[in-house]
């Protein structure tokens, strides 16, 4: 216990305000030594997010990378396709002219054929016309020789008309057949060229529909890139929104922890001071405190029946140097006051001394005591003691 035992108290003043500054500067270090600390905390968790963020973003480009190749191969496997069914419809054009040209020739064919039979059966008819004739002029000639020559003319103007009429027959058969042969061949070119045009239009048609497809598939390829792309990017945004909401409220829990550690710091100096402040206060007061000019300890005994009280006046800082041994029937009490001073010269040499004082009493009480069951209490100035009977 410091006491100013003649001593100038202006210079214990300041050196107490030399070890409250010497304090606050060591609080301040650390306080700054914290701040340090969660900054650098800080920056570790904006480089594990910002890391976190590029590997994601790197994983969101191979996922997009991959998908464009996915569909790039679905466009290539409906380009062959297309190109497949391009080879079947030419294939098919191909047969189907072929079948024409086979229907064509076939076609020809009968007509050529129906043409010598009725040719042949003209001539047939011809012959029998010929024979007829012939038979009927020997028999007339053999039935009137004097109707001879007027029964060869007859023949003869018969055989000439049956010739004519025959003929006749004949040419007309051959221009109803070119007639039918040149309509056919007519039909024929007509439905050749129908065909053709319909080929042609089914062909057009079905490009037109292949290339309805393929810009429809490029378009719903195009949206799902865009959808993807869009995901990706909304996914990006939110992690972004997530990291800077955790960030911000990182830095909000840190500021608070720094405000709460600052208090904190703040409070043990105020209570540094106070403490301080208070014990420069003892230090000025114990001159005139009237415990440090006590000769001897006045203690008063009181008999509670089954217990003693002993009752003390004390300052509160000087309890803890206060010692009760109840020893049977005796009862000694010990208080160590300690002087110390610490002086500065102009040039800086510091001068130290320090003494002690023990002041002791002993008393006797009428019944044992127990020395286990000793309480001691600290009430308005006074140190109360209480022990049991034995």
């Known amino acids: 216990m410091k006491v100013s035992n003649g001593q ?8 107490l305000n030399e070890g409250l500054r010497d304090q606050v500067v060591v609080k301040q270090k650390e306080l700054e030594r ?16 910002t890391e976190k963020h590029l590997l994601q973003h790197d994983l969101n480009d191979q996922k997009i990378a991959q998908s464009i190749k996915e569909r790039e191969d679905r466009l290539l496997e409906v380009q062959n396709q297309f190109k497949k069914t391009q080879d079947l419809l030419e294939k098919e054009k191909q047969t189907l002219s072929q079948d024409h040209q086979h229907k064509m020739e076939d076609l020809t064919l009968v007509y050529d054929d129906k043409y010598k039979y009725n040719f042949e059966k003209a001539q047939d008819q011809i012959q029998q016309i010929n024979e007829h004739t012939n038979s009927v002029i020997q028999k007339q000639r053999s039935d009137a020789d004097w109707k001879v020559v007027e029964a060869g003319l007859q023949a003869q103007d018969r055989t000439t008309a049956a010739v004519q009429q025959t003929q006749q027959k004949i040419n007309d058969q051959n221009f109803d057949q070119s007639k039918v042969l040149r309509a056919t061949t007519q039909a024929h070119g007509v439905e050749l060229s129908r065909l053709k045009l319909e080929q042609a239009q089914a062909k057009e048609d079905e490009l037109k529909r292949h290339d309805l497809h393929l810009q429809h598939y490029q378009k719903q390829l195009q949206s799902e890139v865009a959808f993807n792309d869009q995901k990706h990017q909304h996914l990006l945004a939110q992690q972004k929104e997530v990291f800077e909401t955790r960030y911000k409220q990182m830095m909000a829990e840190h500021e608070a922890l720094m405000e709460n550690t600052k208090t904190a710091l703040n409070y ?3 209570k540094l001071k106070t403490d301080l402040t208070s014990r420069k206060q003892q230090v000025e007061n114990k001159q005139d405190d009237q415990f440090y ?6 203690p008063i005994v009181e008999d509670l029946g089954d217990s003693y009280m002993v009752t003390l006046p004390l300052p509160e800082y000087e309890r803890e ?4 041994v109840p020893t049977g029937r005796n009862l000694k009490l010990s208080l160590t006051r300690k002087f110390k001073d610490e002086v500065t010269d102009p040039d800086g040499t510091q001068n130290k001394s320090s003494r002690s004082e023990i002041l002791t009493k002993t008393m006797q009480v009428n019944d044992l005591m127990n020395p286990r069951t000793m309480k001691q209490i600290f009430e308005e100035g006074l140190v109360k003691i209480k022990v049991e009977k034995a």
Do not use: M, S
């Open 8 to 15: 100038d108290p202006k210079q214990q003043i300041a050196r």
């Open 34 to 49: 914290v701040k340090e600390h969660w900054d650098a905390k800080i920056e570790n968790e904006k480089a594990v997010g």
């Open 293 to 298: 000019q006590l000769a001897q300890l006045n």
């Open 321 to 324: 140097n206060l010692t009760v």
């Open 268 to 270: 043990e100096i105020n």
